[in-house]
């Protein structure tokens, strides 16, 4: 893949220019998109239209070249459904639909209507996910996905109250990640992956720290799973256990289900197909919330 090609580079180089210049030009949020050019809904793995005119399903669009040089190959079973924004507004118009997205209160999926919500503060406790009351405390106490913490004061460590619901018609949940990306002393960049929420009772590894993988139950030749696994609801209150007050950093989360057929095994079943050993059959849809950003 390309050197800085993804929205997690941008979001580190932007603490460089907030350290050096006192803003950042890549605080955005994060949506999710379709990039399909025939007016078709490109999002659903089980009826994926494909991106242009000669993806539409067929037999042979797997294996149809969907772009050549000289910009660079793209097969056609490399093609991905995908995705939808969802934006935290207080009311469906369009002007609060704007202002919604304005102070970047959205998160992207990669296909599926999860429900995720974020609040990052310094007053958050244990148990605060579970309160039916948590937005009004979010708001009061704290900031919500696309906010701003400022500098801590003395021995405080940013919380979160992080929240994800599975989409009600899709697969459930597999873990709940928290991505963190910041800048050190020396001015060089991090970034980390911490697991704050997972499903079906599963320890980290005591050597590793890695958590084990949910399993997968997709039956590839029918193009089915099953929610025996996983879990249709996952919350965490997370405090980073390696905050420094003195770096600037960011925080946002992502959300990922548990294994399901990807739109190859879907055509693969339709069109009774056998596909070459290297095209994917099965997915792990996710969802990617805007970030909180630390400004000391």
């Given amino acids: ?6 929205a ?5 180089l932007g603490l460089n220019y907030q350290e050096k210049f006192g803003v950042n030009p890549f605080q955005f949020g994060l949506t999710g998109a379709g990039d399909s050019h025939t007016s078709l809904s490109a999002m659903e793995e089980n009826s994926f239209m494909g991106k242009h005119t000669g993806s539409e399903p067929s ?3 797997w ?12 097969e056609g079973w490399q093609e991905v459904a995908s995705g939808y924004t969802g934006v935290w507004a207080s009311g469906n118009t369009r002007a609060e639909l704007w202002d919604a997205m304005h102070r970047r209160e959205t998160y992207g999926t990669t296909g599926p209507r999860m429900t995720v919500r974020v609040f990052g503060g310094w007053e958050f406790q244990s148990g605060d996910d579970t309160r039916s009351d948590y937005v009004d405390l979010g708001y009061d106490k704290g900031v919500p996905m696309g906010g701003e913490l400022h500098t801590a004061e003395p021995g405080k460590t940013p919380g979160f109250i992080v929240i994800a619901l599975s989409d009600p018609m899709g ?3 597999d873990r709940v990640q928290m991505v963190k990306g910041w800048r050190d002393h020396e001015g060089i960049l991090h970034e980390k992956v911490f ?3 997972w499903s079906d009772n599963r320890k980290p590894d005591s050597k590793t720290g890695k958590l084990p993988p949910v399993g997968n139950t997709v039956n590839v030749p029918e193009a089915t799973w099953t929610n025996t696994i996983g879990d249709s609801q996952l919350t965490t209150v997370w405090q980073d256990p390696e905050f420094d007050s003195k770096q600037h950093a960011f925080y946002y989360v992502r959300v990922l289900e548990i294994p399901t057929p990807r739109w190859t095994a879907y055509d693969a079943k339709r069109f009774n ?3 070459d050993k290297e095209v994917p059959m099965t997915t792990q849809e996710r969802a990617y919330t805007s970030p909180i950003w630390y400004i000391p």
């Fill in 171 to 173: 697969a459930n949940l």
């Fill in 63 to 74: 294996e149809t070249p969907f772009r050549v040089a000289p910009i660079g190959r793209i």
């Fill in 273 to 275: 197909l056998t596909m």
């Fill in 8 to 12: 997690r580079s941008a979001l580190k």
């Fill in 195 to 197: 697991d704050i929420a």
């Fill in 1 to 6: 893949m390309l050197d800085n090609e993804y």
């Fill in 59 to 61: 037999a042979e669009r």
